[in-house]
Every structure is written in C-alpha cells, then in structure tokens.
T-cell receptor
Framework: GQQLNQSPQSMFIQEGEDVSMNCTSS?????WLWYKQDPGEGPVLLIA?????ELTSNGRLTAQFGITRKDSFLNISASIPSDVGIYFC????????????FGGGTRLMVKP | GAGVSQSPSNKVTEKGKDVELRCDPI?????LYWYRQSLGQGLEFLIY????????KSGLPSDRFSAERTGGSVSTLTIQRTQQEDSAVYLC?????????FGSGTRLTVV
C-alpha cells in the first residue's frame, strides 16, 4: 500500500529557531494535510493543501504541496515552547474516498 | 456534540479479556475512522465507515478486532481476547470533505 516517509523522526531545538520537516511518498496524493498532536490528545489539523505547488501559511507555519505531488514540507518559524508535540503529514487520493495515509510523525521538542 | 467524543479515555484490562471502545462522531459527519497509535509511533489505519456502505476493514490486524457503527452515528471497536501487543491509543475520527476531526483517544493497557 501507500506509505509516507516523514523526516526527521524527532527534533530538539532551541526556542526561537526555525523548524523544517517533510514527507515523501512513492505515489501521488491529491491532498496533503499537516496535523499536530499534543500529549493525551488526538491530532489537530494545522494546514491543508489541495493543489500541486501550493504554498500556504497559518501564522508561523508554512507548508507546501510539492510540484510532483509526492512530497510536502512544513516549516515553523521562530519556535516557541508550545510548539512541542508530534507533527504528522497525511495524504489523500481522490479515488479513496476521504481516506488518509499518515506519515510516522516528527516529535518536536523545544528548549526554552 | 461539538467534537468527536471517545470513551473510556483510559482502559486497563487483563490479558484475555474483551474490551469495547466507543466513539461518538461529529453530528452530520458520514465518515468515521478508527486508528491505532502505539507508543511513539504513527497512526495505523484499522477500519473505515462511510454512510451505509460496507466498511473498509482492511486495516484490522486480526479477527479478534471488529467494529460496528449503529444508525450511521456511534461506533464501537471491540477487541476480543486482548493481548499485550494490543496496548496502544485507539483514535477515532470523523470527517467532512475538508479533513478529519479526531477524538482524544482511548489509551488501552493490557496487563
């Protein structure tokens, strides 16, 4: 089946630093989504991307839908302690209903 | 309700016992999903319900796992004869065309 390779698996950064994480796939997705999961909670949608090449921002977060439709990245600028959590990418193909395939997650730790 | 509600939030059970996990989706969402998240891991798809269609059970790891969705709303995930490797957080999500809304999960510990 389809798989998403997400990297890095974990990051430990200093507060104020920028963060970049990405997902790659061996197959094409029509939609890319980025989620954040806080401890003890379910993932929450951060950004949704619907068109190849699309670059979308949400506050300090910026995500791009790769032009090949096989990859996406998420950047976080000027990280703060509350950015701590696990970030997941997810992809969807239109002929799979609303089914999402998730990456393995990037665990972000921020040092004040 | 306003969000996806899962119960119980935590469950500790003895190996070999059956457990039932409940999910109340967002009203009006026709699609409902169950995922499993093992410690420090990503989300593993289990089962998918869409309206009145037959569910997609392709992710269920064994025949000890089953799920049903009554009246197109509440769903129950049942694990029979639990094993220690079943210990994980079980997440439910319901969706509109824009994406999933997850519940907070049920943390299952099999001892």
């Amino acid at each position: 089946g389809q798989q998403l390779n997400q990297s890095p698996q974990s990051m430990f950064i200093q507060e104020g630093e920028d963060v970049s994480m990405n997902c790659t796939s061996s197959s094409i997705f029509n939609t890319w989504l980025w989620y954040k999961q806080d401890p003890g909670e379910g993932p929450v949608l951060l950004i949704a991307l619907y068109k190849a090449g699309e670059l979308t921002s949400n506050g300090r977060l910026t995500a791009q839908f790769g032009i090949t439709r096989k990859d996406s990245f998420l950047n976080i600028s000027a990280s703060i302690p509350s950015d701590v959590g696990i970030y997941f990418c997810a992809g969807r193909v239109n002929n799979a209903g609303n089914m999402l395939t998730f990456g393995g997650g990037t665990r972000l730790m921020v040092k004040p | 309700g306003a969000g996806v509600s899962q119960s119980p939030s935590n469950k500790v059970t003895e190996k070999g016992k059956d457990v039932e996990l409940r999910c109340d989706p967002i009203s009006g969402h026709t699609a409902l999903y169950w995922y499993r998240q093992s410690l420090g891991q990503g989300l593993e798809f289990l089962i998918y319900f869409q309206g009145n269609s037959a569910p997609d059970k392709s992710g269920l790891p064994s025949d000890r796992f089953s799920a049903e969705r009554t009246g197109g709303s509440v769903s129950t995930l049942t694990i029979q004869r639990t094993q220690q490797e079943d210990s994980a957080v079980y997440l439910c999500a319901s969706s509109s065309v824009y994406g999933y809304t997850f519940g907070s999960g049920t943390r299952l510990t099999v001892v």
